[in-house]
C-alpha cells in the first residue's frame, strides 16, 4: 500500500463518521417535531398558510411569453392578491383526514366571480393583517352585488361607531328609531336617521326603500293587524297564518325585505324572521338588529343559507319582479320551493310587470316549480301611469304536504 493510500484512509473514515452524525441529528429532529408539534400552534399555521400563498402566488404568475408570442394573443394569468391566495389556499386538516369533507383539506368558498374583478379584490383584500380594514363598505358592496359572494374573509379589524351606546330594549326597539351613534356612516349620501326619514320628502331621485326609514310613515301601517285593505292585492299577516294551523308557523324567510317591518309583524306573533337586506345607500342591516330582529346580508343571486325542507314560512314583497333575469328567477324560485318544508307557505307580496309578461313568462315559470296555489290575485300596478301596462301578483302558494317527485 502506497503513502497516499494509507493517508487517506482517516480522512474518509472522518466523512463517514460526520455523515453518520448529521443523519442522526436530522432524524432525531423530525421525530421530535412530528412528535411534540401541536397543530394548534398560531405561528405554525400562519407560517404554513404564508408558504402556501407564496407558492400559489408563484404559480399564477404566467410564465414571459416566448420570442415569437404576441404578448396581446394570450391574456395573462390573473394576478391575484396575496391575502386572497392565503384564504383560498387548500389548508390541511390538523387532525388529518376527515370523513365528513372526505378529505385531509378544506377549501374555504368564495364566489368565482371575485377572480373577474382583480383591481376592486386587489383593493379589498389589501390591508395590514391584524389591523385596521380599510374603510370600503360601497366597494365590499360592489362585489358582492357582482357576485363575489361569498366574499373572502379578512383579518382586520372594522371600524366601529364611535360613542357607541346600548340598543333600545325591546319590545320598545321595535318601533323606535335607533341612535345616529350606532351606524359608521361614510358610506352614505345621509350622515344621521333624520335626513333618512326625511329624504322621500327632501330628496328628489330615486333611492332604494325611499321612505321605509320612516317608522311613523307607510311602516306604522304595514301589515298591521286590524289594517285596511287597499286591494284584493293586499293580504294580510292574520288571513295568511289562518291558513295553517295555529301555531305552525314558527320560523321563515324574509326576502328584501328593507327595514324588517314584516319580520316586526311577525316576531309580534311569536314568530321568527329572517330578513335579507342590502345597504343600498342606507344602513338597512344596521336598523334591522337595531330593532331587534336578524339581518342577513346577502344579495338575491346567492343560494339560500338554508337546509332543504326547513322553513316554514318565505316572503318577499317587492324584489322578486321582473327586473330579474329569467332564468336566474327561476333557479331562484326552485331554491325557496327547496328550503321550505312540506306544507311551507310562499308569499309573492305584490310582484310586478308589463301585462303580457305575466301571462306568457311568469305564471309559467311559478307554475313550474310544483307549489300548490292558495291564492292568487292580479290587479294593475298604476303609480308609473297607465299607458305602461304594469301588473302586480300577490300570491300564497304552498309546498306540496306528500309529493316526493
Known sequence: MDTNS???????????????LLLSSNLLTLFISTTFYSPCSLKS????????????????????PSEDEDPGTNAPAVDLPPEFIAFTSPQELPLGFNKNFD??????????????????????????????????????????LRGCEPLPRR??????????????????????????????????????????????????GFDDCKDCFD???????????????????DFTIDEVLAVKKPGTIRIGLDIGGGVATFAVRMRERNITIVTTSMNLNGPFNNFIASRGVVPLYMSISQRLPFFDNTLDIVHSMHVLSNWIPTELLHFLVFDIYRVLRP????????????????????APLIESVGFEKVKW???????RGPELNEMYLSALLQKPMNKFW
Open 377 to 383: 290575485e292580479v290587479g294593475r300596478k298604476l303609480d
Open 155 to 204: 383579518r382586520c379589524r372594522p371600524a366601529a361607531p364611535k360613542e357607541y351606546v346600548e340598543p333600545y330594549p325591546l319590545p320598545d326597539s321595535l318601533w323606535t328609531t335607533p341612535p345616529d351613534s350606532s351606524v359608521v356612516w361614510t358610506a352614505y349620501t345621509c350622515k344621521n336617521y333624520s335626513c333618512l326619514i326625511n329624504r322621500s320628502r327632501n330628496q328628489k
Open 103 to 144: 378529505s385531509d383539506q378544506i377549501f374555504p368558498p368564495v364566489g368565482s366571480p371575485c377572480t373577474l374583478f382583480t383591481d376592486e379584490l386587489r383593493s379589498f383584500m389589501s390591508y395590514k393583517v391584524n389591523g385596521s380594514c380599510p374603510d370600503d363598505e360601497l366597494l365590499s358592496q360592489k362585489l358582492l
Open 45 to 64: 399555521q400562519l407560517q404554513t398558510a404564508t408558504g402556501t400563498a407564496t407558492t400559489a402566488l408563484a404559480a399564477a404568475e404566467p410564465p414571459p
Open 6 to 20: 494509507q493517508s487517506s484512509m482517516p480522512f474518509s473514515c472522518n466523512n463517514v463518521f460526520f455523515l453518520l
Open 215 to 233: 317608522l311613523n310613515g307607510r311602516e306604522k301601517n304595514r301589515w298591521a293587524s286590524g289594517g285596511t285593505k287597499g286591494s284584493n292585492l
Open 343 to 362: 306544507g311551507g307557505l310562499f308569499w309573492l307580496d305584490h310582484f310586478f310587470c308589463v301585462g303580457e309578461q305575466l301571462e306568457k313568462v311568469y
